[in-house]
């Protein structure tokens, strides 16, 4: 059985930092590509970082230069390292693992940034 755990979110404020770690089991993260996407309230969920098995990373306008996605295969986990913090970047954030055939998605972890 597949299963992402994501941990680290939290409350913050503005201008500050996260690290959101997801833990893969059932699944090898390094053999298929990984990411990141987020949802607001009364928002659809939307991309954040991704990184494909060869390293290639893609990041969307809103948090390009500010975060950064990386994986430990050795742990079978992907992170996602956020600075500088805006409010708009509040949302429950979501680790996804797409193979050829299914997309994973874990059960998410909140993101709160106060100004």
């Known amino acids: 059985q597949v299963q992402l755990v994501e941990s680290g979110g939290g409350l913050v404020q503005a201008g500050g930092s996260l690290r959101l770690s997801c833990v893969g089991s059932?699944?090898?993260?390094?053999?298929?590509?990984v990411g990141w996407y987020r949802q607001a309230p009364g928002k659809q969920r939307e991309l954040v970082a991704t990184?494909?098995?060869?390293?290639?990373?893609n990041y969307s306008d809103s948090v390009k230069g500010r975060f950064t996605i990386s994986r430990d295969n050795a742990k079978n986990t992907v992170y996602l390292q956020m600075n500088s913090l805006r409010p708009e970047d509040t949302a429950v954030y979501y680790c996804?693992?797409?193979?050829?055939?299914?997309?994973?998605w874990g059960q998410g972890t909140q993101v709160t940034v106060f100004s």
């Open positions: 059932g699944i090898i993260f390094s053999t298929n590509a």
């Open positions: 996804n693992c797409q193979t050829w055939a299914v997309t994973y």
């Open positions: 990184t494909t098995r060869g390293g290639i990373s």
